[in-house]
C-alpha cells in the first residue's frame, strides 16, 4: 500500500473521530420538572388589519411556569381519545393535548410502552388562549364527550371554556380512524379579549439518540428553515405552508388554514424550552396537527411538502437514493439488516472498476519499491530531483501514485451519508437483523460487564470488522517503508475503536464492505498470477 493511500486512510479515521466526537448535535436532556409546566404564554397583541399580509408575531416574553398555574386546588382531568394511530389525553386545564402516543412505534425495542412524543412537556403541547384579565390556561375546560374512540370515520370532541369577564372560548379537536393528523378549530364566541393566542411547546424524544437536526422548523414553501439555535425571539411572516418540531425519527407539524394564515414567532422560554407562537388574525385559528414518524409517503399524504422535514443535510442528495434503495430491497427481503448487505454489494459492483485498477496500479508499485528505495537513497538531500526521478519512473512503468486512493475516495460520502440514514430515517429505527442485533440504528449489544462502575459493552460486529480489516491487510500489497508498515499495523485496531460506538446497521455495511473487497482481491490476484 502506497504512502498516499495511508494519507487518505489516516484521513478517513480522522474524519470519522471528529465527525463521531464533534459534529453529531447531541441535544441535551431536559431536566425533569417537578410541577406541571404549561407551555409559554405572553400577552396577546391586537388584531391584525385585513390589509397587514406581512404583520410579526408577538414577541412577549413568557412568564415563568408558576405564573400561570390553576388559581384553586381542583384536581385536572383528562379525556382519552383513541384511533387506530393515536392515543391522545385532553386536559381540562386549559383544554390543551397532555400526551400523544404513537400506537405503531414503541418506546424501546423490547418494550411494550407506545412511543410518546410529549411527555417532558406539560400539560400542553398545543394550548390557544386568550389573554385579557385573565388566562385561559388557567381556566378549566368542559368537554362535550367524557371520551371518544375512533374507529371507522372521523369523530369531534369540543372543549369550552369561559372567564368571569364573559369571554367564552371553543376548542374543537376532530380524529380520523386513517391518519396521524388532527383537526383543530379555536374561537372566541363572546369575546372582551383581544384575540386568540396558540403556543406550541416542544416535543420530547429523549430516548432514542439520533445524531440529526432537532429543534423548530418553518417551511416557506421552496426550503425548509431549521432554527437551529434560538439566541432571541425570530418573527415570520404569513407566506409559510406548515411549522413544527423536528425530533429526529419522528415530528410535529401545524399546517394552518390557507384563508386566515397566523403570523407565528419562534422563541424559548427562561428554561430553554422552544416554543412556537401563532398570531391572532381574529377571533379563530384553524389548522391541523400532525403527530407522527418521519415517513416519506406519509408525510407527502399531507398535501404541503411535508417531506421536506426529511433532511439528511450535507449528504442529503446520496442518503435519500439509499435509503430508497434500503426500502426497495425490503419489499422482497423484509429484513433491512439484509438490505444493508444488498445494497453494500451493489455499491462494491458499481465502483468495481474502479477497484480493479486501484489493484492492478498497487501491483506495479510494489514491482518498483526497490527502484524507488535507491533513488530515495540517491537523492535524500535533493527533494526536487528525487521527485523529477520518481515520475520517470511511474510513466515508463505506467505507475499511476493516485489511483490507490480512488476505491476510497467514493466510499466515504456514501459512508456518511449512510451514517446520516441510518440516525434519522424511521424504517431502521428498531430494525432488527440477527438474534442479538435488534435496532440497526443504535449500537449492538451482544453482553456487558462491570469494571471499576462502568458498564463496559462487548460488541461482536466491530471485532469482526478488525478481523477482516486484518486479513485485507494482508492480501494488500505493502510498502517496504517500516514506518508505513507499522502505521498500517495498527489501522485494523484504530478502526475497531472508532465503530465500537457506530450504529450496527453502519458497522454492518463496512463488514460486508471488507468481506466483499477480499473476496475481490483474492479474484484479481489469481488473475494478475495467471497473467504473470
Not at 400561570?68 to 381540562?92: E, G, H, I, R, W
Not at 519512473?393 to 480512488?406: A, D, E, F, H, Q
Not at 491487510?473 to 460506538?501: E, H, N
Amino acid at each position: 500500500m502506497d504512502k498516499r493511500t495511508i494519507i487518505v486512510l489516516v484521513l478517513t479515521m480522522a474524519m470519522l473521530f471528529v465527525f463521531q466526537t464533534y459534529f453529531m448535535p447531541k441535544q441535551a436532556p431536559q431536566q425533569p420538572e417537578t410541577q406541571t409546566k404549561p407551555a409559554p404564554q405572553g400577552e396577546a397583541p391586537k388584531p391584525a388589519a385585513a390589509t397587514d399580509t406581512a404583520r410579526t408575531a408577538p414577541g412577549a416574553t413568557p412568564p415563568s411556569p408558576a405564573a400561570a398555574q390553576p388559581t384553586d386546588k381542583k384536581a385536572v382531568k383528562t379525556f382519552a381519545v383513541s384511533t387506530p394511530y393515536l392515543d391522545v389525553m385532553l386536559t381540562d386545564l386549559g383544554g390543551g393535548i397532555s400526551s400523544v402516543k404513537l400506537k405503531k412505534y414503541k418506546e424501546t425495542v423490547k418494550g411494550t410502552e407506545e412511543k410518546e412524543l410529549i411527555e417532558d412537556v406539560k400539560p400542553y403541547v398545543y394550548n390557544p388562549a386568550v389573554h385579557q384579565n385573565g388566562s385561559f390556561d388557567r381556566t378549566y375546560f368542559k368537554p362535550d364527550k367524557a371520551g371518544l374512540t375512533v374507529k371507522d370515520s372521523s369523530a369531534s370532541i369540543t372543549m369550552t371554556g369561559a372567564l368571569e369577564n364573559g369571554t367564552t372560548l371553543k376548542k374543537t379537536y376532530t380524529f380520523y380512524p386513517d391518519t396521524y393528523t388532527i383537526d383543530v378549530s379555536v374561537e372566541i364566541e363572546e369575546s372582551k379579549a383581544q384575540g386568540v393566542l396558540a403556543d406550541f411547546a416542544v416535543i420530547s424524544d429523549k430516548k432514542d439518540s439520533s445524531y440529526v437536526f432537532k429543534g423548530p422548523f418553518v417551511f416557506d414553501g421552496k426550503s425548509l428553515n431549521q432554527i437551529e439555535s434560538i439566541k432571541e425571539t425570530q418573527n415570520f411572516n404569513r407566506n409559510y405552508q406548515y411549522t413544527g418540531f423536528d425530533e429526529g425519527f419522528f415530528t410535529f407539524v401545524y399546517i394552518p388554514s390557507e384563508d386566515k394564515k397566523p403570523a407565528l414567532s419562534i422563541g424559548k422560554t427562561d428554561k430553554n424550552i422552544p416554543y412556537i407562537r401563532l398570531a391572532p388574525t381574529g377571533n379563530k385559528i384553524t389548522g391541523k396537527l400532525y403527530f407522527g414518524p418521519k415517513k416519506t409517503n406519509v408525510l407527502a399524504s399531507l398535501n404541503v411538502k411535508a417531506e421536506k422535514i426529511i433532511d439528511f443535510g450535507w449528504f442529503d442528495v446520496i442518503a435519500k437514493p439509499l435509503v430508497w434503495l434500503l426500502d426497495f430491497f425490503n419489499r422482497f427481503t423484509h429484513n433491512y439488516g439484509i438490505d444493508i448487505i444488498l445494497l453494500t454489494i451493489l455499491i462494491k459492483i458499481i465502483f468495481h472498476p474502479l477497484s480493479v485498477m486501484s489493484f492492478k496500479n498497487m501491483a506495479k508499485m510494489q514491482a518498483v519499491q526497490p527502484e524507488i528505495k535507491k533513488l530515495q537513497e540517491k537523492y535524500k538531500n535533493d527533494k526536487a530531483r528525487l521527485n523529477q526521478e520518481l515520475m520517470q519512473i511511474y510513466k515508463s512503468r505506467g505507475v499511476n501514485p493516485m489511483s490507490g486512493c480512488l476505491p476510497m475516495l467514493p466510499q466515504i460520502p456514501v459512508f456518511f451519508a449512510l451514517y446520516k440514514a441510518l440516525s434519522g430515517a424511521i424504517e431502521l429505527r428498531h430494525a432488527p437483523f440477527l438474534w442479538w442485533i435488534n435496532d440497526l440504528s443504535a449500537p449492538e449489544d451482544l453482553f456487558s460487564f462491570t469494571a471499576m462502575g462502568y458498564t463496559i459493552p462487548i460488541r461482536l460486529l466491530p471485532l469482526i470488522m478488525g478481523v477482516t480489516q486484518v486479513i485485507q491487510q494482508k492480501m494488500t500489497p505493502t510498502s517496504t517503508d517500516p514506518m508505513q508498515q507499522k502505521m498500517m499495523m495498527f489501522m485494523p485496531i484504530v478502526f475497531t475503536f472508532i465503530f465500537w460506538g457506530f450504529p450496527s446497521g453502519l458497522v454492518l455495511y463496512w463488514l460486508v464492505y471488507n468481506v466483499a473487497s477480499i473476496a475481490q482481491q483474492y479474484y484479481i490476484n489469481r488473475k494478475l498470477k495467471v497473467a504473470r
